[in-house]
């Protein structure tokens, strides 16, 4: 071999041994970051997806920085390759992608006899409105649909970076409404019993759908029959909830990417992340009504014995306030809308889960729900963690208990 070959082979070895260390330091180092705590379901396990997860986005960050590609595009790329699982279609159910007035979905329909009209869900994913796709809830999807003999969409909304609010929210009331303007007439489904739902940020979507369209109050369609909210997102003005404070480093969902997520969704502007999270971006006049709904009291105690620190009041900079106003609507943060809006909401199904930085949030929302006598379904995951839906039939990244997740969804749309 000429000599010339074997030093190059010799260099590039080197190259990729420094930077295979590189990226395993950088993982050991984020894991040490993380809290599991001892009653997460399989926390063996979500060790093993959390460090898989670090390193990925760890890889996306240095090929970024390389200018190489974008971090987010590497991490989709390489979760629709390598972590997306697709299964043929079962029995029972046929599977269509279509485009409802330019909107890709995803129709999932029973093929079973029925006799008169079926249900419908429309359904929202999530991944912080910048990762995720229909795929990611294919499985999720397929097992409802089939399981409680209901008809499916499935939404493929844009996404952050490359559009950011209301572009979302937006597509999501694009497909709902033409989904509801054909139920009948295209899909034999009742359009006085479609519901809305989604997980996560996908539950924020819902929440936030179901808000615009009481406010519009049009008539020329029927409003949702319900909300299936999957631990969902629902504010952006407290980031020191005790659930933050507790599960702040618990995978897959810690409290800073919550900030950064919600930040990539409005503007992209990183540079008031931790003015967010020590919550500098709030109105000093709007805090006693924040705080009305927001307060620690309003939780049941046992979400309070984990332990949490009351923490100081923080120093409002308007700057900051400018840059993430629209984060304090409601069509952002739901759980900050007024009670009259509120009521106009449908019947709830809220799942929530302790180990989750998104807890409270849901629980809050019920409350507030309750307050004004609407009917809420309340499901908690006493061994939870955020996202554990996305695990549900994924070959060997499957949980066993997400399959309890997606059942309780089931068992609920049953009722509608």
């Known amino acids: 071999m000429d000599i010339g070959w074997a030093i190059l082979i010799i260099g590039f070895a080197a190259l990729v041994a420094a930077f295979l260390l590189l990226v395993i330091g950088l993982v050991y180092s984020e894991l040490m970051n993380s809290d599991i705590p001892r009653g997460v379901a399989n926390s063996g396990k979500l060790h093993m997806v959390h460090g898989l997860f670090v390193g990925i986005a760890i890889v996306g960050r240095i090929l970024h920085r390389l200018g190489i590609c974008h971090q987010v595009s590497f991490i989709r790329w390489f979760v629709a390759c390598f972590l997306t699982r697709s299964n043929p279609v079962p029995a029972g159910l046929r599977v269509k992608d279509l485009k409802f007035s330019e909107v890709p979905v995803r129709v999932y329909e029973p093929t079973a006899v029925c006799d008169g009209l079926r249900r419908g869900l429309v359904y929202f994913h999530g991944g912080g409105w910048v990762l995720g796709n229909i795929d990611s809830v294919d499985e999720v999807c397929r097992h409802i649909a089939k399981k409680s003999d209901t008809i499916v969409v499935s939404v493929g909304y844009r996404l952050a970076p490359e559009h950011r609010y209301p572009a979302q929210l937006d597509d999501c009331e694009t497909a709902t409404c033409h989904f509801l303007s054909v139920a009948e007439a295209e899909f034999s489904v009742d359009s006085r019993r479609v519901a809305v739902g989604g997980d996560s940020t996908g539950a924020n979507l819902a929440a936030a759908l179901c808000q615009r ?31 933050y404070q ?8 810690f409290r800073g990417r919550m900030a950064f997520y919600f930040l990539q969704y409005l ?57 993430i106003k629209a984060g304090l609507e409601p069509e952002v943060s739901p759980l900050l809308a007024d009670d009259a809006l509120i009521q106009k909401t449908p019947q709830t199904f809220l799942l929530t889960c302790e180990y989750d930085v998104l807890r409270d949030d849901g629980i809050l929302y019920r409350k507030r729900l309750l307050d004004l006598k609407k009917d809420v379904t309340w499901q908690h995951v006493k061994d939870g963690f955020h996202g554990m839906i996305n695990f549900f039939n994924q070959g060997w990244l499957t949980f066993p208990s997400a399959l309890g997740v997606v059942e309780s969804v089931v068992n609920y749309v049953k009722t509608l």
């Open 213 to 243: 369209l009481a406010r519009r109050e049009d008539g020329h369609l029927p409003f949702p029959c319900a909300q299936v909210l999957i631990y969902p997102a629902l504010q952006m003005a407290d980031f020191n909830l005790p659930s």
């Open 267 to 323: 503007s992209g502007d990183m540079s008031v992340c931790q003015d967010l999270l020590e919550g500098n971006h709030v109105p000093t006049e709007l805090r006693p009504r924040y705080e009305a709904w927001l307060s620690p009291s309003n939780l049941p105690p046992e979400c309070l014995v984990r332990g949490f620190c009351v923490q100081p009041t923080p120093e409002y900079d308007g700057e900051v306030y400018h840059t």
């Open 246 to 253: 507790q599960n702040h480093a618990v995978p897959i969902l």
